[in-house]
């Protein structure tokens, strides 16, 4: 029969697996930092510079999958749930689009 110790052992190797365990941490993170938000003190306001700083970071974030990261970038910025449209972003900063991979 396995032990305690095995048994933590393979859950925890499971959910890490599965990214499950992953998506645990980032979400306590998250949930930690708005639980030390303080409310009493207003959120500076986003600026239009710092809206599409923040987006890029956030497309950054995503397209390596680092979706847990984006998450808390999300919560703690204040950057809208809803990404900023793709074209909305490359006529802001005068990019433009590779046809082939719909990269910047």
């Known amino acids: 029969m396995a032990t305690v110790t095995e048994l933590k052992a393979v859950l925890k190797d499971t959910l890490e ?8 941490k980032a979400r306590i993170r998250a949930e930690v930092f708005n639980a ?3 409310d009493r003190e207003p ?14 970071i956030r497309e950054y974030l995503e397209f390596n999958k680092y979706k847990y990261t984006a998450s808390v970038l999300i919560a703690e910025s204040g950057q809208p749930v ?16 590779e046809s ?3 990269s910047m």
Do not use: M, T, Y
């Not at 697996?17 to 645990?24: A, D, E």
């Not at 306001?45 to 599409?52: A, F, G, R, T, Y």
């Open 17 to 24: 697996k599965r990214g499950v365990l992953g998506h645990l």
């Open 36 to 38: 030390l938000d303080d």
């Open 43 to 56: 959120r500076p306001s986003l600026s239009h510079e710092n809206l599409l700083i923040n987006e890029l």
């Open 82 to 97: 809803v990404p900023l449209d793709r074209q909305f972003l490359i006529r802001e900063l005068n990019a433009f689009e």
């Open 100 to 102: 082939k991979d719909n």
